[in-house]
């Protein structure tokens, strides 16, 4: 069974930057794309690809976060990451990683980190 543990998050300031990681176990993470994803507090958001990384480091992302989010990984420690910057008050959210670039592979998620961006 794949699991994941994410971790990073934190409260910062608009204009401000985190870096996100999450390390996948239980499967063999080299053959595996990867996505980002995050969901918003309130009724009617679920949960959306933020962006996704493949075996090969072709990646991919929303684009609401295109120039400011990039997503990497370490195919050696079973890590993917999200490097953020210039954060807006609306990438508040919990993030969550999980097989798949495009949209999630599994019903299982792990605890997310929260992201919470304001002044």
């Known amino acids: 069974q794949v699991q994941f543990a994410e971790s990073g998050g934190g409260l910062v300031q608009p204009g401000g930057s985190l870096r996100l990681s999450c390390v996948v176990s239980?499967?063999?993470?080299?053959?595996?794309?990867m996505g980002w994803y995050r969901q918003r507090q309130g009724s009617g958001h679920q949960r959306e690809l933020v962006?996704?990384?493949?075996?090969?480091?072709?990646?991919n992302s929303a684009n609401s976060v295109k120039g400011r989010f990039t997503i990497s990984r370490d195919n050696a420690k079973n890590m993917v990451y999200l490097q953020m910057n210039n954060l807006k008050p609306e990438d508040t959210a919990v993030y969550y990683c999980n097989v798949g670039r495009f949209l999630p592979n599994f019903d299982s998620w792990g605890q997310g980190t929260q992201v919470i961006v304001s002044s």
């Open positions: 962006a996704g990384i493949s075996p090969s480091g072709e990646t």
């Open positions: 239980g499967s063999i993470f080299s053959n595996l794309g």
